[in-house]
């Protein structure tokens, strides 16, 4: 499923992938970011996260070695930090890449009407944006 969706990673960041994986385009799992801590970030950021099941054993050990000599720990406990957590790639450092976009972006199947069970509250209690006193829109 997320093999449509792939990240390339800018600046600095980017070398860094081209060093690792051999390439600075990579798999993520979605192509919507999310707000996640970084560690030693004060504030929560938006990040894509590295589809870790498309990385080959090389890249994957060439990640956690590269963490592991980053951070100061154990190849052990990088590997299993990132089996736990996911790897955030920073959504700011990045272009996202959709292929495909019709099979994610478009519902072939037709709406039933007749399925469709949502009771939609009519607008008529709302005042007219558009009466005579004002001549202005209020929404």
């Known amino acids: 499923?997320?093999?449509?969706?792939?990240?390339?990673?800018?600046?600095?960041?980017?070398?860094?992938?081209?060093r690792?994986?051999?390439?600075?385009?990579?798999?993520?799992e979605s192509p919507l970011p999310v707000m996640v801590h970084l560690e030693g970030k004060p504030?929560?950021?938006?990040a894509y996260f590295l589809?870790?099941?498309?990385?080959?054993?090389?890249q994957r050990q060439n990640l956690i070695?590269?963490?592991?000599?980053?951070f100061g720990t154990t190849y052990e406990s990088v590997d299993a930090a990132v089996d736990y957590?996911?790897?955030?790639?920073?959504?700011?450092?990045?272009?996202?890449?959709?292929?495909?976009?019709q099979k994610w972006l478009l519902d072939d199947a037709p709406w039933d009407k007749a399925a469709a069970?949502?009771?939609v509250e009519p607008m008529s209690d709302l005042d007219?944006?558009?009466d005579e006193f004002d001549g202005f829109d209020e929404y």
């Open 65 to 70: 070695q590269h963490l592991a000599g980053k």
């Open 51 to 58: 589809d870790l099941d498309l990385l080959t054993n090389e």
């Open 85 to 101: 957590y996911g790897l955030p790639i920073r959504a700011n450092e990045t272009v996202v890449t959709v292929e495909n976009p």
């Open 128 to 130: 007219d944006p558009f």
């Open 43 to 46: 504030e929560a950021e938006l």
């Open 1 to 18: 499923m997320a093999k449509d969706f792939t990240v390339t990673v800018d600046g600095e960041r980017g070398e860094e992938f081209e």
């Open 20 to 28: 690792i994986f051999g390439t600075k385009t990579v798999h993520v």
């Open 117 to 119: 069970t949502e009771d």
